[in-house]
């Protein structure tokens, strides 16, 4: 089945620079791959998504990047700001709806003010 | 206002006493699905539903059952629960299958003693 890894599990990073969290799959069919940012006791939400058929997508500081031959996609949030500070999960399915949706482990990011 | 609503946010039982915790959501999603996240571990998929009826396990379904006689209400039943359960859960749902982006529910913090 799916498997997703991300990389770092933590990121310390200082405030204005940039950050990057990198993301691979092991399904070729997978198609959907969102990113999720979870504040301290909060729930999970979703913050950017990308298609198979989009090779980047950017939302103000957010921006995600796709390589499908190389099964891996990124994250990029520039001018960071310590609001920034959350665990980021990636994830990725095969956009049937008789599908499961595998979560990475997460990425532990600080931004110091 | 759209949301997903988990019940209980806190739940501390005993082991081998049955419980369920509810999860409704108001968006007439087709979608909804179990999660639980452990420290390093990430989101594990426990079941998932694609509409009334129709559900499907995830990669962590032992221990746990789920029905889906409604559209808007997913819950997830641990008939003989275990200190291994001991986990924060969450619900979430999407507009139409895996490959819409999840509204989470605010989590459920488990303990089994």
């Known amino acids: 089945g799916e498997n997703v890894e991300q990389h770092p599990s933590t990121l310390s990073v200082q405030e204005g620079d940039s950050a990057v969290i990198k993301c691979t799959y092991s399904?070729?069919?997978?198609?959907?791959f969102p990113w999720y940012k979870q504040e301290l006791g909060k729930r999970p939400q979703l913050i950017i998504d990308i298609r198979s058929n989009v090779g980047e997508k950017k939302d103000q500081r957010i921006a995600v990047t796709l390589n499908k031959t190389a099964k891996h996609f990124s994250l990029h949030i520039t001018e960071t700001q310590p609001e920034d500070s959350a665990v980021y999960f990636c994830a990725a399915s095969k956009g049937t709806s008789y599908d499961k949706v595998i979560f990475g482990p997460g990425t532990s990011l600080s931004v110091i003010p | 206002e759209a949301q997903v609503t988990q019940n209980p946010r806190y739940l501390i039982t005993v082991t081998g006493k049955k419980l369920t915790v509810t999860c409704s959501q108001n968006?007439?999603?087709?979608?909804m699905s179990w999660y639980r996240q452990d420290p390093g571990l990430g989101l594990r998929q426990i079941y998932y539903?694609?509409?009334?009826?129709?559900?499907d396990k995830g990669d962590v379904p032992e221990g746990y059952k789920v029905s889906r006689k409604e559209k808007r209400n997913f819950p997830l039943i641990l008939e003989s629960p275990s200190p291994n359960q001991t986990s924060l859960y969450f619900c979430a749902s999407s507009w139409s299958g895996p490959n819409y982006g999840y509204t989470f529910g605010s989590g459920t913090r488990l303990t089994v003693v």
């Open positions: 968006m007439n999603h087709e979608y």
């Open positions: 539903s694609m509409n009334v009826e129709v559900t």
């Open positions: 399904d070729s069919a997978s198609n959907y």
